[in-house]
């Protein structure tokens, strides 16, 4: 089993590496579904941290259809991720009719060689998914992250299992949504999916007060002990 943890932080993806996992994906902005992390926190991952490093390429929360402005914003973060050696990115692109939109994932599938490229849960609003997995396969992307088109992975476990039998081997079908410890095994015995991608997260928090309206301020970081619990499984 291969388990990439999604990483909003550099403590996040430290914690991810000493938990036992072998990818991040590294990303901000959780809460909004994410985007695109920093540089310094690109470099840092790339050069302090043994596992390998993939970068979600996203310049807003939102939909997935760029205008071509924020598209060549996406090229500009494509050709920086190569120039820091990071190991893959992970990228979406829609059309209107909610089909993937080819002409650009193939260009960013170009663009990023030799990085991998993960088509991530945009995938998962598309209208045809047989459609776009062929479509996605076509355009040379290496992975899908999904969680079988439902409000969970573990909810998605029929469409999950179709898909790792339809991808025969042509990409990696890569689980996604709601995945912990507790029910991991059980997606892993269903759809014999080998690779899965969770955030592993906890709420931390912090004794600064918000001075408007006196709540405690908190945040989601990666916790350690549950990526260990994850890779147990």
């Known amino acids: ?17 000493n938990g036992g996992a072998q990818r991040i994906e590294l990303c901000q902005n959780l809460n909004e579904g994410g985007t695109t992390p920093s ?3 690109i470099k840092y991952c ?3 941290l043994p596992l390998k490093t993939f970068v979600l390429i996203r310049p807003r929360s939102g939909n997935f259809l760029y205008s071509d402005l924020e598209y060549e914003l ?3 973060e494509v050709k920086i991720c190569k120039s820091l050696n990071v190991h893959g990115v992970v990228i979406g692109f829609l059309t209107a009719d909610l089909s993937v939109d080819c002409k650009r994932t193939s260009e960013i599938v170009n663009l990023a060689y030799p990085m991998e490229v993960t088509f991530h849960r ?7 998914w047989q459609t776009a ?3 996605i396969i076509d355009c040379g992307c290496h992975r899908i992250l999904t969680s079988g088109q439902a409000v969970t992975a573990e909810l998605g476990i029929d469409l999950l299992t179709q898909l790792q039998q339809k991808a025969q081997n042509r ?3 890569m689980a996604g949504c709601g995945i912990n410890s507790t029910n991991i095994r059980k997606i892993v015995e269903a759809t014999q999916i080998k690779e899965f991608h969770s955030s592993a997260s906890k709420t ?8 408007i309206d006196h709540s405690f301020e908190a945040y989601r970081e990666t916790d350690l002990e549950e990526v260990k619990k994850m890779i147990l499984q």
């Open 74 to 76: 996406v090229k500009e």
């Open 133 to 135: 997995l062929d479509h």
């Open 122 to 128: 945009a995938f998962d609003i598309c209208k045809d």
């Open 46 to 48: 790339c050069e302090q």
């Open 171 to 173: 990409i990696i079908i």
């Open 204 to 211: 931390i928090d912090s004794s600064f007060v918000n001075l």
């Open 1 to 17: 089993m291969w388990l990439e943890i999604c990483a909003n932080s550099v403590q996040s993806a430290i914690n991810a590496a």
């Open 39 to 41: 540089y310094a926190t």
